[in-house]
Structure formats: structure tokens, C-alpha cells
């Protein structure tokens, strides 16, 4: 046909060749961007003034946080569980940029290439356990802050909350400050003491005779003519004493041994400065500033100075430890309702998607002396039956402010491998406050079954 | 030379035009499903137009009646034109409707089939009269339409000018005209802000999802919310978006019965343009109605969906309409009867 095709029309091809060339923009837009398209709130389809009229959320026990009932979106009926669980699961005017009808919405709709938004059914099951939120949600008892724990096998996000909350169902701005922000994902910390985790992993793998060092602390230490001081008179102690009782003057040794930028280092490569990704949400990185002088480098090591933390990726990194040294991807989708749907999750997911921050002998020596920390500071006896590895961190924030107070650890117990971070903004002693909040959540967490 | 277009002629594999015609036109009415009397209105005009194609397609290939069918189209033409022109009636900013004792109907339309009979025996080496006739008569519906700011349709008259004066092998008209339309165009443009801001915003649809890229912000929302396969005939909400059903009708298309008949529909009038185009009898008509159907489907659907400006030109067969059905059927019998021996 080709052939005898008459000479003069070849010119006319050029219109099917045109119209041709037209498609392919659009359908390389649509490849692109489809999703983008189907979950525009202006798809009348799954929005109705504003509102996502389509998906069901549900904790991962199967508890109501959000469905909707004859076109309107409903929440869970107990006041506290929706101000408890508001940041995982959203509000209804879409203020929580990082709750689920958010971030999200793809999923709450069931979208996929095959059959658009019209999958019949749509639910979602998060990973978090509602009672569990209630519990951290009232334990934090009016401070601000955030409560998360996560097992440290799976990954799966079990509690969420963050404070000063917003009760979701309703449609006027919530007052108060930051209660649309997800602390936990989306907010930075000085970490204080906590931050004495990176100094030590730092130092057990920089500095080869830490564990015969002996430090001595006499309340506090001069460095470039200036005092660093510490909260209390240690005398002679060795590594394991100095991270259990938090010694400033042992650990400004160290950092200046070290240098800011080795500490930097470390804690770019355990994870503290990027952003984690937990089913596409991105989390806030840390943030940390070279020092202009040694004593600055102290502070630095000690976890002052500049230095801003995410909790998520300090969660991320205890779970490592905890882990062996691997941390496991985060997850906060534990389900879809669909068949097809659950499969092209676990597709997404299959493998080994956990990433190596620790090698195994570090992360042990950590263990065993996170361990010690509760063993011989903390008191076993604050925290019963928990098996309980910690680090606490009292972060002094300026002015006349009491000081954030940060608890994070893991317990080694394999039937409840569970690792946790506390944050009580102005809460004062990490291990008091925070401890005090992170045991309550951890026994609710193991007589829950977690 | 004359053996060779023989020997073609027997080799050639048979166009069925007619079944396009019909699988499009039970897609345009199977869409109406929720509309009964519409639905009703636009079954009837496909029927008429199937018998109606079933008439013309016999008669243009009898060679005495030819000259009698083109002096009919001028003549109809031009009272099309100058009703349309005269009476016409704007919706949605084109003024390209008109009422007729309760039934209003395109005009331009059917100017269309006009078009592509006076676009036959072009390729006839006495055509020199019939060409000037056509050129006329194309300038005149260019013209016409741009004045009742129908700029899909303009544009679709001077690409079927364009194809004949091609198939003539007059490359120098179809440059002359192509010059001439080009300053028309821009003319045009300057004289009337608000066409060069329609022309303007094509591309940045989201950008005015509310004003200028509304029809197609929805259009592509609906076509990623259908998949592959649709929500089911009726189930779509784009259907209740103001005259989608006939400038949006590839939206409602991809969004209940699936991306995949989507495309098939774009194949199929491609697929019976570029057949068309290639088949060696083809007459000059039957090229000018193929290269009508390919662009009135590109402009819909590129329209549609951001990648050309929205015009609001139907697509063949599909978009509700029953003046644009029946001329689709017209411009089938030209492709089907329109060979040259």
C-alpha cells in the first residue's frame, strides 16, 4: 500500500504525523502525572467541597478513625482518641499536611492504573494502635511534644502523637501553637544528651582504646577560656560510667578528640541529617553547624551548640541498634481493603528494604551499654519487667525556658522488640519526664501485646 | 499510467468506512444512556445518516450526477453559510446554532459535507474552474466561521482546503493559503484580545483550573480517575460538567468505559484517515473528508486535554449532536463513494 501510495500525499501524512506527535505529549503527561490528576481535589469523584468522600480509616486493630457515612466524613467518636490519633489520621480541613487523608489519599482511594479511583471498596488500616496513642496522647499530660514507638523488627509505626493536638471533626482553626505539625515527623530538636549516642558511636569506632580511657570530672572543664560545665561532680570515671551518668566533661574530651567534623560525619551516616521516608511522607532532617573553636566542638559533641534533631530519625537510629545495626523501613500503611491492592503494596515492599547504620559489634556495645545506663543511672526499678535500653537528654533551649526533655531506647525483650522517643518540650530532666512517659506508653504497649 | 492505477485499483483491499461509522456512533449513543430523549434524538440521526450514507455513497460514483451533486453543495453552502452567519444563535461563545421551527441544528455542520463535494474531481485534469469554485467557497467558510468566532471549525475548513489544494498538486495555493490564513490568524488575534488569551493559556491548564483550564483540568482528573477500564457506563460525574458530552465526550469516554476504548476510538478514525490517504483510487473529496474526521478528533481531544488550544470542535460521530452525526455520515459516503477510476 505503501508503495502505491500516490506520490503527492505524502505531504498530507504530515496531519496523522502532527496528530500523533500531539498524543504522545499527553500521554507521556498522563504516565507522569495520572495520580497527580486522579486525586486533584477537584475530582468529583472522591471530593465534595473540599472534603475526601471516599476511604475509611481504620488503626491496626481494626478501630474506626475516619469513615465516611452517607457522603460525610465522620472520626472516631471518643474525643480523646481523635485528638490522639489527629496527626496520623488528618483533620477535617486538611491542615495536617502529613495525616493520612493528606498523605494518604492515593491509598485511601484504592488509585491504580487499572481501575482509576472505582476499586469499590477503600480502605486503609494504619499501623498504629489507637489505645496505645490515648495512652502516650494522655501521658504527655499537657505537654507539648511527641510519643512514638516502633517495632524495631517490622518497622511498623505502633504510636504517633504529637502535642499540642486538634480535635479533627473540627471545622475551625485550632488554637495553640504548631497543632497542625506532626513533632514527631515534622519538627527539629536541640537533642541535648541523646546526641551523646552519636558522639559514643563515633568514638567506639574512631578511637580504639575508649573502653580502658578513664575521664576525670571535677563539675565542669575550661576549654578556650571558658567553662564547660556539667550537672554534677563525676571524679574518675570510664566510658560506659561517663554515657550513663551524661558527664559534659568527659564527653567535651571526647568530641574535641574527635573533631566537629568527624562528629558531623557520623551523624550525617547515621541518618540524622536526611529526611526518612516513611510510606512517602517525608520526615524534617537534622541539621548540625561546624565549630569555630574547641569549646564549640564540646558542645557540639554534647549535643548543644547547633545541633537540631528530628525525633523520627532519632527513633530510626535506636531502632538500629536495637536491630543489630540495620534500621527497618518505616511503615505506617499496614493494609489496604482490597486483595489487589494488599499485593501491589507488598510488591513495592518485598526484600529487605532495612539500610545498615551500624556494624552488629558497634550496635552490641551500644546495646549493652544503653542497657547499663538504666541498670545504673535510671533505675531498673522505674521502668519493671522492660528490659529496658535508654538514653536520656535534658536540652537546655535558652533563656529562663526549663530545658526539653528527650528519652529514646529500645527493649531487648525479642517478644516485644519495641523502640521508642519521648519528647516533653520545657519537660526538664530527660529520664524524669520523658522516662517517666515512655514507661507509661512501653507497659501499656506490652499489656496491649504489641 | 492507467494499467498501473488498474492493477491498483483490483489489488486494493475495500474500506469499510461505514463500520468506523457505526462503532463510533453506538459509542456516541450508548453514552446518552442516562438522557433518554436525547439518547433517542441521536440513535435517529445515526440511522438517518447510515441510510442517508447508503444513498450519496452509490450516487457519487455516478459520473452524470456529479456535476448536478456539486452545484447542489455550492448553492446549499452558501445558504448554510449565510443563515448561519445571519441568524445564528452563540452558546458558549461561538455563535453556531440555529433554530428552525423548535429544532436547533449546526449549520456548519453541514457545510462540512458541502466542503468535501465541492472538494471531489479536483484531481481531473480539466478542474481548473472546479478548483477556483472550491477556493471560493473555502475562503468564504474560513472567513465565516472566524467572524462567528468558530475557530475549530475555521480551522477544520482551511485544513480540508489545504489537503485538496495538495492532492491537485497545487503546493503553491495551499502555500499561498497557508500565507493568507496565517495573517488572518494573526489579525485576528489583534483585533480580538480575548481569542489571543483563550490561545495564550493552552498549556497552562492547572494553572487556571478555575477559569480557562477548567474543561480540561476535569477532563484529565476524570480520564486518570477511569484506569484502564473505566467506571462503568453512567457512573462518571464528568457527564454533569456543562456540554461535556459533546467537547469533553474522550473525558467521559476514558472515565467510564476506560482509557483503553479511549484510544481505540482515536485508532479508528486514524486508522480510516491514514487508509484514506494511502489508498491509491481515493478522489480529492474523499482525502478532504479523511483529513475533516483526523483533525475534528485531534482538536476534541488534544482540546480536551491541554495540549491545543479548547475549541470545542465535536468528535466524529461521539459527541452529542445530531447534525455533527449526520455529517460524519455525509463525510463517509464521500470517503466511500469518491474514487477516482
Same mark, same amino acid.
Request: hydrophobic share 50%; aromatic share 8%; charged share 15%.
Given at each position: 500500500m505503501?508503495?502505491?501510495?500516490?506520490?503527492?500525499?505524502?505531504?498530507?501524512?504530515?496531519?496523522?504525523?502532527?496528530?500523533?506527535?500531539?498524543?504522545?505529549?499527553?500521554?507521556?503527561?498522563?504516565?507522569?502525572?495520572?495520580?497527580?490528576?486522579a486525586m486533584s481535589v477537584y475530582n468529583r469523584g472522591i471530593y465534595s467541597s473540599g472534603q475526601l468522600i471516599t476511604g475509611n480509616i481504620y488503626d491496626r486493630n481494626g478501630i474506626m478513625l475516619s469513615k465516611v457515612e452517607d457522603g460525610v466524613r465522620r472520626f472516631a467518636s471518643d474525643e480523646t482518641i481523635r485528638r490522639a490519633t489527629a496527626h496520623a489520621t488528618g483533620d477535617i480541613n486538611g491542615n495536617i499536611g502529613t495525616g493520612a487523608l493528606k498523605a494518604f489519599t492515593s491509598e485511601l482511594v484504592g488509585y491504580n492504573i487499572i481501575t482509576g479511583i472505582n476499586n469499590g471498596r477503600s480502605d486503609l488500616y494504619l499501623t498504629i494502635d489507637s489505645e496505645l496513642n490515648r495512652t502516650a496522647y494522655e501521658a504527655l499530660g499537657g505537654y507539648s511534644g511527641t510519643v512514638a514507638v516502633v517495632n524495631y523488627k517490622t518497622g511498623e509505626i505502633l504510636c504517633m502523637v504529637s502535642t499540642p493536638s486538634c480535635d479533627p471533626v473540627s471545622s475551625e482553626t485550632a488554637e495553640g501553637d504548631g497543632v497542625y505539625l506532626n513533632r514527631f515527623l515534622s519538627a527539629s530538636?536541640?537533642?541535648?544528651?541523646?546526641?551523646?549516642?552519636?558522639?559514643?558511636?563515633?568514638?567506639?569506632?574512631?578511637?580504639?582504646?575508649?573502653m580502658e580511657r578513664e575521664f576525670a570530672c571535677n563539675g565542669s572543664v575550661e576549654i578556650d577560656g571558658e567553662a564547660v560545665n556539667c550537672h554534677s561532680v563525676h571524679g574518675t570515671l570510664k566510658i560506659e560510667d561517663a554515657f550513663a551518668q551524661s558527664c559534659n566533661c568527659a564527653f567535651a574530651e571526647i568530641a574535641i578528640e574527635l573533631g566537629d567534623d568527624t562528629i558531623i560525619e557520623y551523624a550525617e551516616s547515621l541518618g540524622l541529617t536526611s529526611s526518612v521516608d516513611i510510606d512517602g511522607i517525608q520526615t524534617a532532617s537534622g541539621s548540625f553547624d561546624t565549630a569555630e573553636n574547641d569549646r564549640y566542638t564540646a558542645w557540639l559533641g554534647i549535643g548543644q551548640y547547633r545541633d537540631l534533631v528530628n525525633p523520627a530519625s532519632m527513633l530510626r537510629l535506636v531502632s538500629a541498634i536495637a536491630n543489630g545495626g540495620a534500621a527497618p523501613e518505616f511503615r505506617l500503611i499496614s493494609g489496604q481493603g482490597t486483595a489487589l491492592l494488599s499485593f501491589i503494596d507488598a510488591m513495592e515492599?518485598?526484600?529487605?528494604?532495612?539500610?545498615?547504620?551500624?556494624?552488629?559489634?558497634?550496635?552490641?556495645?551500644?546495646?549493652?551499654?544503653?542497657?547499663?545506663?538504666?541498670?545504673?543511672?535510671?533505675?531498673?526499678?522505674?521502668?519493671?519487667?522492660?528490659?529496658?535500653?535508654?538514653?536520656?537528654?535534658?536540652?537546655?533551649?535558652?533563656g529562663d525556658k526549663a530545658p526539653h526533655s528527650w528519652f529514646v531506647g529500645f527493649i531487648t525483650n525479642e517478644e516485644y522488640p519495641l523502640a521508642f522517643v519521648v519528647v516533653s518540650e520545657n519537660g526538664g530532666s530527660g529520664a524524669g519526664t520523658a522516662g517517666r512517659i515512655a514507661n507509661t506508653v512501653l507497659q501499656s504497649a506490652i499489656a496491649g501485646g504489641e | 499510467m492507467k494499467a498501473v492505477s488498474e492493477k491498483a485499483k483490483t489489488e486494493e483491499k475495500k474500506l469499510y468506512p461505514e463500520v468506523v461509522g457505526i462503532i463510533l456512533s453506538a459509542i456516541g449513543v450508548a453514552l446518552l444512556w442516562t438522557d433518554w430523549s436525547n439518547m433517542i434524538k441521536q440513535t435517529m440521526c445515526a440511522l438517518i445518516g447510515l441510510a442517508g450514507f447508503g444513498i450519496l455513497a452509490p450516487m457519487m460514483q455516478a459520473r452524470r450526477i456529479k456535476p448536478a451533486i456539486r452545484v447542489l453543495a455550492a448553492l446549499l453552502g452558501v445558504a448554510l453559510i449565510a443563515a448561519n452567519v445571519v441568524l445564528g444563535e452563540s452558546e458558549y461563545g461561538a455563535q453556531n446554532w440555529l433554530t428552525i421551527a423548535g429544532w436547533t441544528f449546526q449549520p456548519s455542520e453541514l457545510v462540512k459535507v458541502c466542503v468535501v463535494l465541492l472538494a471531489t474531481g479536483l484531481t481531473d485534469k480539466r478542474s481548473k474552474f472546479r478548483f477556483i469554485l472550491f477556493t471560493a467557497f473555502s475562503a468564504v467558510a474560513v472567513l465565516a466561521m472566524a467572524f462567528i468566532n468558530d475557530f475549530g471549525s475555521a480551522l477544520v475548513f482551511f485544513l480540508a482546503y489545504l489537503a485538496a489544494a495538495v492532492d491537485n498538486k497545487r503546493y503553491y495555493m495551499a502555500g499561498l493559503a497557508a500565507v493568507s490564513a496565517g495573517g488572518a490568524g494573526a489579525l485576528a488575534v489583534k483585533l480580538r484580545p480575548h481569542i489571543a488569551a483563550r490561545f495564550l493559556s493552552c498549556g497552562k491548564a492547572w494553572e487556571n483550573v478555575a477559569t480557562t483550564g477548567?474543561?480540561?483540568?476535569?477532563?484529565? *482528573?476524570?480520564?486518570?480517575?477511569? +484506569?484502564?477500564?473505566?467506571?462503568?457506563?453512567?457512573?462518571?460525574?464528568?457527564?454533569? =460538567? /456543562? #456540554? $461535556?458530552?459533546?467537547?469533553?465526550?474522550?473525558?467521559?469516554?476514558?472515565?467510564?468505559?476506560?482509557?483503553?476504548?479511549?484510544?481505540?476510538?482515536? *485508532?479508528?478514525?486514524?486508522?480510516? +484517515?491514514?487508509?484514506?490517504?494511502?489508498?491509491?483510487?481515493?478522489?480529492?473529496?474523499? =482525502? /478532504? #473528508? $479523511?483529513?475533516?474526521?483526523?483533525?475534528?478528533?485531534?482538536?476534541?481531544?488534544?482540546?480536551?486535554?491541554?495540549?491545543?488550544?479548547?475549541?470545542?470542535?465535536?468528535?466524529?460521530?461521539?459527541?452529542?449532536?445530531?447534525?455533527?452525526?449526520?455529517?460524519?455520515?455525509?463525510?463517509?459516503?464521500?470517503?466511500?463513494?469518491?474514487?477516482?477510476?
Open positions: 505503501v508503495i502505491k501510495m500516490r506520490k503527492r500525499r505524502i505531504a498530507l501524512l504530515l496531519i496523522p504525523a502532527l496528530i500523533i506527535s500531539g498524543l504522545a505529549v499527553f500521554f507521556v503527561r498522563y504516565a507522569e502525572n495520572r495520580q497527580a490528576w530538636y536541640t537533642p541535648g544528651s541523646v546526641f551523646k549516642i552519636i558522639t559514643l558511636i563515633a568514638a567506639l569506632e574512631e578511637i580504639p582504646d575508649i515492599h518485598r526484600g529487605d528494604r532495612s539500610e545498615r547504620l551500624v556494624s552488629s559489634a558497634t550496635s552490641e556495645q551500644m546495646t549493652a551499654m544503653m542497657d547499663y545506663n538504666v541498670y545504673s543511672n535510671y533505675g531498673d526499678g522505674n521502668f519493671p519487667g522492660l528490659e529496658l535500653c535508654a538514653k536520656s537528654g535534658t536540652a537546655e533551649v535558652g | 477548567y474543561q480540561q483540568t476535569r477532563t484529565m *482528573i476524570a480520564i486518570a480517575s477511569g +484506569g484502564l477500564v473505566g467506571a462503568g457506563l453512567g457512573n462518571g460525574w464528568l457527564r454533569g =460538567v /456543562a #456540554a $461535556a458530552d459533546t467537547d469533553m465526550v474522550f473525558g467521559i469516554v476514558c472515565e467510564e468505559l476506560g482509557l483503553i476504548v479511549g484510544v481505540l476510538m482515536i *485508532i479508528l478514525v486514524l486508522y480510516l +484517515g491514514v487508509a484514506v490517504l494511502m489508498r491509491p483510487s481515493s478522489g480529492s473529496g474523499a =482525502v /478532504a #473528508a $479523511a483529513v475533516i474526521l483526523m483533525a475534528q478528533m485531534a482538536l476534541n481531544v488534544l482540546g480536551s486535554v491541554d495540549v491545543v488550544p479548547f475549541t470545542g470542535v465535536t468528535f466524529p460521530f461521539v459527541s452529542r449532536g445530531g447534525t455533527s452525526v449526520l455529517a460524519c455520515w455525509g463525510l463517509l459516503a464521500v470517503i466511500d463513494g469518491d474514487k477516482n477510476a
